[in-house]
């Protein structure tokens, strides 16, 4: 079910009292942000005019229990696709109050990768990003070198909102999110994206105490710059099975060239042994896709958690499918080959974790890939790695911006 609560939100000072004590230097006063030169929101956003009160009513969703006894008289139930639009640049300095006893965001740059190939529509962006889910980073993960303060939702969801804010991007695909009824969807949809939710069917969220739901996967576009034409919720088999993994499919009319595309989100089996299992997964990920895209008629973009280093079978399916798809990322190294050396970096009580699971795979025969945003460099994530006080996850947002082929038939 549902829940879209909203609670009437404690004044700014009571807000930032629970804020931690952070060791690191605090960050100077919210400003937007003004190092990424691309528009992806809806130029129609409504200005909120006097904006706390009604920011802070969505930002402050999930208070604690005590503060939730304190502001009962305060309960509303708004159904959020009737709730007016959010000006994206006053959220984002609501999220930086909320934040400014905190680090700095950190600064990242997109890589030019176009090969003189012109362009006759503007760039589409896709963020991927497993966000970390709020009850497994508290309770499940157990990163040593984390403190728990650092964890905290009232202030680790506005991490996680001012990076997708700070990236725009036209369609947002996340993993391990268990916050989205009180959170995302409220918000992203007042930002003008339309928004869908598939949880798992055995969420391990629910095995800890006072979670807020399972978590899924999460697709979001921005209705202005796309139709939605077919979506599938796919729950993956694995040797025949029915598995706890999912996925969802949508294809999309983009408005401005009237061209068809599909976007989906997944997020494979996680740990050491399970390959076989990865591998059956995508296996029945690619059959439902080439099904959707009537076997690559359709250009496609994949984004996803795969749990798979690119040595493991799955990503070689990926790599040699009939699908035509290539990774991305791999066109950030030198050769345009290799993948990055990470793309999740923690410590757990067995060790240092440093790997490479995250992807977007793409049509490329259909698709071109613009830019890429680059990664952390090991200095920026730190010694006591993610997540931290800086950055919300475990795991660094992927974020591209692709363009159509002009005659994608040809390289078929």
């Known amino acids: 079910m549902q829940d879209h609560s909203f609670f009437c939100l404690p004044s700014f000072p009571e807000l930032l009292s629970s ?9 100077p006063a919210p400003a937007t942000h003004t190092d990424i030169a691309h528009v992806g929101f809806p130029s129609a956003a409504c200005s909120m005019g006097n904006s706390t009160s009604r920011l802070y009513s969505a930002l402050a969703k999930t208070l604690s229990s005590s503060a939730v006894s304190q502001h009962q008289d305060c309960l509303e139930q708004p159904n959020s696709a009737q709730l007016e639009p959010i000006d994206p640049k006053d959220l984002l300095e609501e999220c930086q109050l909320v934040l400014q006893k905190r680090p700095p965001r950190f600064q990242r740059s997109f ?7 012109a362009s006759n529509h503007r760039p589409i962006r896709v963020m991927q990003w497993n966000i970390l889910a709020q009850a497994l980073g508290e309770g499940k993960d157990n990163f040593v070198q984390c403190p728990m303060e650092a964890l905290k939702w009232e202030e680790r969801k506005c991490l996680i909102l001012e990076e997708i804010l700070a990236y725009k991007p036209d369609i947002l695909c996340l993993q391990e999110v268990d916050h989205y009824f009180d959170t995302f969807e409220p918000l992203l949809s007042r930002l003008g ?3 869908t939710f598939f949880p798992k069917p055995w969420s391990p969220c629910l095995d800890v105490e006072q979670n807020n739901g399972p978590d899924g996967c999460a697709l979001f576009f921005l209705k202005e710059r796309f139709e939605l034409i077919n979506s599938a919720n796919i729950r993956l088999t ?14 999309l009319k983009c408005s401005e060239t009237g061209r068809l595309f599909c976007i989906a989100v997944t997020h494979l089996k996680a740990r050491t042994g399970w390959e076989r299992f990865r591998s059956a997964q995508g296996c029945d990920l690619l059959q439902n896709l080439k099904s959707i895209t009537q076997g690559a008629k359709i250009p496609l973009i994949i984004c996803g958690d795969f749990n798979a280093e690119p040595t493991e079978e799955v990503y070689r399916e990926f790599s040699n499918s009939s699908l035509n798809l290539n990774s991305a990322y791999k066109l950030l190294s030198p050769d345009g080959q290799s993948e990055p050396p990470y793309t999740t970096w923690k410590i757990r009580p067995s060790g240092e974790c440093r790997h490479t699971l995250d992807y977007i795979w793409y049509s490329q025969h259909a698709l071109n890939v613009n830019s890429a945003l680059g990664l952390l460099t090991e200095e920026q994530i730190g010694p006591n790695r993610l997540p931290s006080f800086n950055y919300p996850s475990d795991h660094l947002s992927l974020v591209c911006d692709f363009s159509f082929n002009q005659d994608p038939d040809r390289l078929l």
Do not use: E, F, H
């Open 238 to 251: 694995a040797m025949k099975l029915k598995t706890n993994q999912v996925a969802i499919a949508q294809t």
């Open 19 to 27: 804020c931690p004590a952070a060791s690191p230097p605090a960050r």
């Open 193 to 195: 994206y339309q928004c």
């Open 111 to 117: 890589v030019d990768l176009k090969k003189n190939t």
